[in-house]
Structures are given as structure tokens and as C-alpha cells.
């Protein structure tokens, strides 16, 4: 499979309700997606974020992840979860007003049973990860 | 003259500008005649707002068919995410 960027919406349960792997993605960036606001719209009452995969490792939103956290909460009139997931971290990051980006990222100890397959639909599984499956 | 039905979301809030506007209006337009209706408390639906910030949002256009017999222009928050630190210019941004 071709490395690829991906993201799934999550709820209050911390479930995934829809997995966001539209055409057009690339190992760098996911598209706009009429899609995908429209998912977070419509499940808005039940919405605690969403999680997003940086293939190359990078641990911090983009500028353009930025104005995508901003303008989705600004939609939506809340604040939400917004995860970067790399091959070795999750990181959590919400509204800060005293950071200068205005959100601030931590990494997030919880064990959330979705990232393992929100890296597979983002990387080849290493071999090691390949055999825990097997 | 062709006229679309303009539809806004802002701040958990939806709601259509009572006056159509003009089809082939630029996105920049739209998202500045957006921005000055919920900021004059013009949308019903949507709260008067005067520090709204529509200018990063994204201008999607439907044409009429036979569901909605009107054309229709929505302003919603963009959905792009990029990896790279400072990168706005693969075009995948439509708001910058
Ligand atoms: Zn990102």
C-alpha cells in the first residue's frame, strides 16, 4: 500500500464513527472534504474529535491543521479533541490560548483501541505489528 | 442575472441569508457578504456575532436540481490537514 495520511472522527465513547480516507490523500496532506464536515455537522452532539496521521513522523499540526482546528470549532461553536498520530506517538491537541499557534499538543497516555488501525490505513504494517495480527 | 440561496454555519448555528446573491459572486465575496449578515445579525437562525471569522472558510456551490430547485452556495469550515510545518502551497488549502 502507498503511505498515505488518514484521520477518523471520534465520539464521546472514544469510538470511531467514520473513517476519513478520501481520494486524493498523500503521505503529506488529506484534502478538503465537504465529506467529512459534513460528518462532523451531523454527529456534532456525540463529537470529541479528530485523529490525523503524520506517516513522516512529524508531532505537530501543520499550518494548515491549524486553520482546519480553528475553523471546525468556530463552525461547530465548541471545542474539540484534535490527535496527531505518527509511527510512534499520539499526541493530543486542544485550544490554548497562551500558546501562540493557540493550541497547545501533549502527548496522550491513553490507550485508545483506534490508533493501531488508523496507522495501518495510513502505513504498511511493520513486520513486527505483522505478526502480533498473524 | 443568476441567484443563489446562501447558507452559512457559524458557531453551531445554520442558517439561509433571506436575499439570494449572485451566483457567479468570487468566494471572497461570498465569505465577506457572509461575514457582514452574521456580523449585522442578519441570518436567521444564526446570533449576532461581531467578531465572526468567515474569511478562512470554504464557498461550496450546488446547482439547482430536481430536490432543490434552487441554486445553492454554502459556507462551511475548510477539512484539509497537511504535514509539513509552514506549508500552504500544495493546494490544498482553498482558503489561502
Ligand atoms: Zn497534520
Known amino acids: 500500500m502507498e503511505v498515505a495520511e488518514a484521520a477518523v472522527v471520534i465520539d464521546h465513547d472514544d469510538q470511531p464513527t467514520y473513517w476519513h480516507l478520501p481520494a486524493g490523500r498523500t503521505a503529506a496532506s488529506i484534502p478538503d472534504s465537504r465529506d467529512l464536515w459534513m460528518v462532523l455537522w451531523n454527529g456534532r452532539e456525540r463529537l470529541a474529535g479528530v485523529a490525523h496521521t503524520h506517516p513522516a513522523g512529524v508531532d505537530q499540526p501543520s499550518s494548515i491543521d491549524l486553520v482546519t482546528f480553528r475553523a471546525c470549532e468556530d463552525g461547530l461553536g465548541r471545542r474539540l479533541s484534535w490527535w496527531i498520530v505518527t509511527p510512534t506517538e499520539v499526541m493530543l491537541c486542544s485550544h490554548d490560548p497562551t500558546d501562540p499557534r493557540g493550541y497547545r499538543c501533549h502527548p496522550d497516555p491513553v490507550p485508545h483501541a483506534w490508533v493501531e488501525p488508523l496507522r495501518r490505513h495510513s502505513w504498511p504494517a511493520t513486520d513486527s505489528s505483522a505478526r502480533e495480527e498473524s | ?96
Open chain 2, 1 to 96: 442575472m443568476r441567484y443563489a440561496r446562501l447558507n452559512i454555519t457559524w458557531n453551531g448555528q445554520n442558517g439561509d441569508l433571506p436575499d439570494p446573491v449572485s451566483w457567479h459572486a468570487s468566494d471572497k465575496e461570498i465569505l465577506q457578504w457572509a461575514t457582514e449578515a452574521v456580523r449585522s445579525g442578519s441570518v436567521p437562525g444564526i446570533t449576532k456575532t461581531h467578531n465572526v471569522q468567515l474569511h478562512r472558510f470554504v464557498v461550496d456551490r450546488f446547482p439547482a436540481n430536481k430536490q432543490v430547485p434552487e441554486d445553492r452556495i454554502y459556507v462551511r469550515p475548510p477539512t484539509p490537514f497537511g504535514a509539513f510545518l509552514g506549508d500552504a502551497s500544495r493546494g490544498i488549502n482553498p482558503c489561502e
